[in-house]
């Protein structure tokens, strides 16, 4: 079974605090792409990572993608409470013939 | 700029009632998906397409029917709705396959 696990599950944290979260597998993807969903909205596309321990800025996160394109991870600086939602990561297989998505991380920061 | 619109956006049936969502996006996408969202489960693909007139099985097709008649819409239908299928259903769509996906905003639909 090819499984993305997202960790934490649920993160609530104070304005201003720094976090990190995790999507780790046991497979190789070719890409990887994080998503932010708010209640009642889908998904939305935040970045795409691509190469082996990449890493990209979206002023306050900070993306990077493992060495071996088995994991990534989601850093955020001083957050917000317009960082408040559902965190999301999503791996492309080799061949861009599938994608999965990891059942994602719930964040709440609170002002 | 419309992206990619669903419609309805909540709906409750009855077991063995049948139902179609509509999806629609002016993008031009030439792709097209259908998921659904459950909690601690993550998003999982019903059905896709590659283009007008193609669909393809996703992971968890039974139970569902799809048709892209036209290049900016895409239909799922339920024929029988049972319990197991409660859950919010997403459209989506992108110039690349399975990549930078644009999302609708969701139909929440409840099968009493």
């Known amino acids: 079974t090819q499984l993305l696990e997202q960790s934490p599950q649920f993160l609530s944290i104070q304005e201003g605090e720094n976090l990190t979260v995790y999507c780790n597998s046991s497979?190789?993807?070719?890409?990887l792409q994080w998503y932010r969903q708010e209640p009642g909205e889908g998904p939305v596309l935040l970045v795409t990572v691509v190469t082996g321990g990449e890493v990209k800025k979206l002023k306050r996160l900070t993306f990077q993608f493992g060495d071996a394109r088995k994991d990534s991870s989601l850093h955020i600086t001083a957050a917000q409470p317009g960082d408040t939602g559902l965190y999301l990561c999503?791996?492309?297989?080799?061949?861009?013939?599938?994608?999965?998505f990891g059942a994602g991380t719930r964040l709440f920061v609170k002002a | 700029n419309a992206g990619v619109t669903q419609t309805p956006k909540f709906r409750v049936l009855k077991t063995g009632q049948s139902m179609t969502l509509l999806c629609a996006q002016d993008m031009n996408h030439e792709y097209m998906y259908w998921y659904r969202q459950d909690p601690g489960m993550g998003l999982r693909l019903i059905h896709y397409s590659v283009g007008e007139g193609t669909t393809a099985k996703g992971e968890v097709p039974d139970g569902y029917n799809v048709s892209r008649l036209k290049k900016q819409n895409f239909l799922l239908g339920l024929e029988s709705a049972a319990p197991s299928q409660t859950s919010v259903y997403f459209c989506?769509?992108?110039?690349?396959?399975?990549?930078?996906?644009?999302f609708g905003s969701g139909t929440q639909l409840s099968v009493l």
């Open positions: 497979s190789v993807f070719s890409s």
């Open positions: 989506a769509s992108s110039y690349v396959l399975f990549e930078k996906l644009f």
């Open positions: 999503a791996g492309v297989y080799t061949g861009g013939f599938k994608t999965i």
